[in-house]
């Protein structure tokens, strides 16, 4: 059975060039979003993310008729899930995942569901979030039936299929990545299969849903752990006074060791979050992950305590100032170089944490955004890379754009704190 028109439910990071990839091989898609202000860009042919590629993709799509966007979910055959999956605020020490986005588009689209869909679940989840989905769905339909119930003969396919790529290549990394398909049965995933054979060129993987799901926390947990190495290296080379981007560099020389770079913390919506996912499952069993995520969360707040010795340090070298008189930038708010995405971001976190703590001007230098978060507004100043030069005594670099690492820092007057060591080495 073809795929005429595809139904993309969250038009974020990745529901939108997931959108225009099936819309650019001429395929009616429906993308659906809860922000009235989301749908109204994309149907004026723009887009509301930085992400390099996706703007022509778009405006071509929507002006030849393959892409709308919508607020309510349409028929369609095939129906991709693509919303958050936060934490909720629980109070634990181990966060539990937050499944009211997944539900309430699992219920917004199944009045919508007849005989012969296929529903995916693209969103990062925990284990058992897909056959949770489908039980959703089954209670909102009685009268179709789902792969629990009828395994190879339901009326409505479901499988699971993360994403697995990296922002700023999106658009790339969407057609040439091999992709994990777990259906919920042999026919949902060869369902699926054919669906993504739309556009992907890489191998599509079979497998079962709750493999699929494990596979992506998997390759986020690892990534993590190998993250938090780093981290962790570079707070006990601080300690020791042993510059750690060299050490990395000669580490490195050994032909079976890659050690990471290490930065001001893990951001973004997978690193830093899927990770808690098996946590949350296996407590007491993921021993290694649930470290590995401690050590990440407590680097913005070591790289905190580092500007506030950085700030005594200045004032002892100046002492006709005060600490009011110091002006301090943070020079990037993303959570990774190039791109606008700020969820989870250290580098905000930071931000927002200094400005509260720092009885003078904060300054914040981001090239990808045009407006600083809510949060961020009544406490900061969003300037340019010149205003910040010319009138910090402190410069926290935070995120490494181009933007950065085109600056000679040999002309910084600034004290400088480099947490991602592309001025000091």
Not at 70 to 98: C, R, Y
Not at 110 to 134: F, R, Y
Not at 312 to 332: I, M, N, Q, R, W
Request: charged residues 25%; negative net charge.
């Amino acid at each position: 059975m073809s795929f005429e028109t595809i139904s993309v439910i969250g038009l974020g990071y990745i529901g939108l060039p997931t959108a225009a990839m099936f819309a650019s091989r001429k395929k009616k898609v429906i993308g659906v979003d809860v922000n009235q202000k989301t749908v109204d860009t994309i149907n004026r042919g723009e887009i509301h993310i930085v992400e390099p590629e996706l703007d022509i993709i778009v405006r071509s799509a929507v002006k030849e008729g393959y892409l709308k966007a919508v607020t309510i979910p349409e028929p369609a055959d095939a129906f991709l899930i693509a919303v958050p999956t936060p934490f909720k605020s629980n109070g634990s020490e181990i966060p539990e995942p937050d499944l009211g986005y997944i539900e309430k588009a699992a219920k917004a689209i199944a009045p919508v569901l007849k005989k012969g869909d296929l529903v995916i679940l693209e969103s990062t989840s925990p284990v058992g979030a897909t056959e949770q989905m489908a039980e959703w769905l089954a209670n909102s339909r009685p009268d179709l039936r789902f792969p629990q119930q009828l395994s190879e003969n339901a009326d409505v396919s479901i499988a699971h299929c993360p994403e697995r790529v990296l922002p700023g290549h999106v658009v790339r990394e969407l057609v040439q990545n091999d992709r994990v398909i777990g259906g919920m049965s042999d026919m949902c995933s060869k369902r699926a299969v054919e669906l993504y054979k739309a556009f992907v060129e890489g191998e599509c993987v079979i497998t079962n849903a709750r493999t699929a799901e494990m596979a992506k926390l998997t390759e986020n947990s690892c990534r993590d752990v190998q993250i938090a190495f780093a981290n962790e290296l570079s707070m006990v080379c601080d300690q020791l006074e042993i510059d750690v981007w060299e050490l990395i560099t000669l580490a490195n020389r050994h032909p079976r060791i890659n050690i990471l770079q290490p930065g001001p913390g893990v951001g973004g919506h997978c690193i830093a979050v899927d990770p808690w996912f098996i946590v949350s499952k296996t407590p007491g069993l993921a021993r290694l992950i649930e470290t590995a995520r401690l050590v990440n969360d407590s680097k913005p707040n070591w790289v905190i305590k580092k500007i506030q010795m950085a700030l005594a340090e200045y004032l002892l070298e100046h002492p006709d100032k005060t600490a009011k008189e110091v002006t301090v930038s943070c020079f990037g708010l993303a959570f990774k170089a190039d791109i606008d995405d700020l969820r989870e971001s250290p580098a905000l976190e930071i931000a927002r944490t200094l400005a509260e703590l720092h009885p003078g001007r904060t300054l914040v230098v981001e090239p990808n955004i045009k407006e600083l978060p809510i949060k961020l507004q009544d406490a900061v100043e969003l300037v340019s890379i010149v205003t910040a030069l010319e009138s910090s005594e402190l410069i926290v670099l935070l995120v490494d754009h181009h933007h950065f690492k085109a600056i000679d820092h040999r002309n910084i007057n600034a004290k400088v704190i480099d947490t991602r060591g592309i001025w000091n080495r």
